[in-house]
C-alpha cells in the first residue's frame, strides 16, 4: 500500500495570452477617432468655403440625384472657378447642360458672330458704293455743279441717298412730278451704280409744308410726293438698275422736314433713297407681307393725279 503523502504534487498553470491582444486594440479605435475628425473637420472647411448657389446644387443632387442627368443646369459638379461644370475647353464658361442644349448655345454663338460679321461686310459695301456714287458725280463736269444738293450718308438702315431742291435749281418743275433734265441725268448715275450691291432701295417723296388751294381734300402733297418718287424709281431703272431692286416707293409729302425750323424752305421738298441694309429689308417685309413688297403709291402715274392749278412746290 502506497502512502499517498509520498507523491509529488504538480500545479499546471496556464497562461493565457488575451492581455496581450487587447493591449493593442486601442491604437486601431484611435486611428479610426482621429480619421473620422479629420474627415469632419475637411467636410466642415469644404462647406465653409463652397458658394451658397453650389450647396444648394449639393442639397438638390442629393434629393433627386437624377435631375441634374435629365435636365441638366447647375448641380453638384457646378462651380465658380473658371471651367463650370466640367469639359474639356478651358475658356467655356457654361455650366452642367445636356449635350442637346450646348450644342444649341453654340450653335446660337456663331449664327450671332456671323451676323455681326455679315453686318460690318455690308457696312464696308455701302460705305464703298457712297464713294463711288460721289465720285462719279464728282467727275462729271454736267453734274459736278449739283453735288451740294446730294447729301449720302449712313444710317440705321442702310446708305440714304437725298437730292434736295435749292431756291433757284429745283430737282421737280413747279407742282409737277417732271423732272429737270439734271436730275434725270443724277438718278441715272445713281442707278447705274446701284447694280453694284445686291440691296434693295426703298424711295420716298418729300415735299414742303406749303398747301395747295384745294389743301389734302383733292391733289395734296401727298399725291405730289407720291409721284415725284415713283418718277425718280423710273429714271433709276433707265440708268440702268435692276426693277427688282424696288421694295417699296411712297410719299411723305411734308410728315418729315428736312429743316423743322423753316417748314417752307425749299431743302424740304427732296427725293430720299435708301439703299436698305438687310434688317431694314427684313422689317419691311416682316411689316407688309410678302404680297405687298411695293406701295400702292407706285402704281399711282402722274398721268393720272394731275395737279390742279394753285399751289407751288
Avoid: C
Amino acid at each position: 500500500m502506497s502512502d499517498d503523502s509520498t507523491r509529488p504534487i504538480v500545479i499546471k498553470r496556464i497562461k493565457k495570452g488575451g492581455a496581450g491582444h487587447h493591449g493593442g486594440a486601442w491604437k486601431i479605435a484611435y486611428a479610426d477617432f482621429v480619421t473620422a475628425m479629420m474627415a469632419f473637420f475637411l467636410l466642415m472647411w469644404l462647406l465653409g468655403s463652397t458658394a451658397q448657389g453650389d450647396l444648394q446644387g449639393i442639397a438638390e443632387y442629393f434629393q433627386n440625384p437624377l435631375k441634374v442627368g435629365l435636365q441638366g443646369g447647375s448641380g453638384s459638379g457646378d462651380s465658380s472657378s473658371i471651367l463650370k461644370g466640367g469639359g474639356k475647353d478651358l475658356t467655356r464658361q457654361a455650366g452642367q447642360v445636356k449635350k442637346g442644349e450646348a450644342e444649341t448655345k453654340d450653335k446660337r454663338f456663331v449664327q450671332k458672330e456671323a451676323s455681326l460679321e455679315f453686318q460690318r461686310k455690308e457696312r464696308e459695301s455701302l460705305e464703298e458704293l457712297k464713294g463711288r456714287i460721289e465720285k462719279a458725280i464728282g467727275d462729271n463736269p454736267q453734274l459736278s455743279p449739283y453735288k451740294s444738293q446730294m447729301l449720302l450718308d449712313i444710317t440705321t438702315e442702310g446708305l440714304r441717298i437725298q437730292i434736295v431742291d435749292e431756291q433757284n435749281r429745283p430737282m421737280f418743275d413747279s407742282s409737277s412730278a417732271d423732272l429737270k433734265p439734271y436730275t434725270r441725268d443724277i438718278l441715272r448715275q445713281i442707278g447705274k451704280a446701284l447694280n453694284a450691291v445686291p440691296n434693295r432701295v426703298s424711295l420716298t417723296g418729300h415735299t414742303d409744308a406749303l398747301q395747295f388751294a384745294g389743301g389734302d381734300r383733292g391733289f395734296s402733297n401727298w399725291e405730289l410726293s407720291a409721284n415725284r418718287a415713283n418718277a425718280s424709281r423710273r429714271e433709276l431703272i433707265a440708268g440702268g438698275m435692276d426693277e427688282s431692286k424696288v421694295l417699296r416707293v411712297v410719299g411723305g409729302a411734308s410728315t418729315v422736314l428736312f429743316d423743322k425750323n423753316d417748314p417752307l424752305n425749299p431743302v424740304n421738298r427732296r427725293i430720299s433713297i435708301i439703299v436698305m441694309n438687310r434688317k431694314a429689308e427684313m422689317a419691311i417685309l416682316q411689316e407688309e407681307g410678302p404680297e405687298s413688297e411695293v406701295s400702292a403709291a407706285d402704281e399711282a402715274s402722274p398721268e393720272s393725279l394731275k395737279p390742279p392749278s394753285g399751289g407751288k412746290h
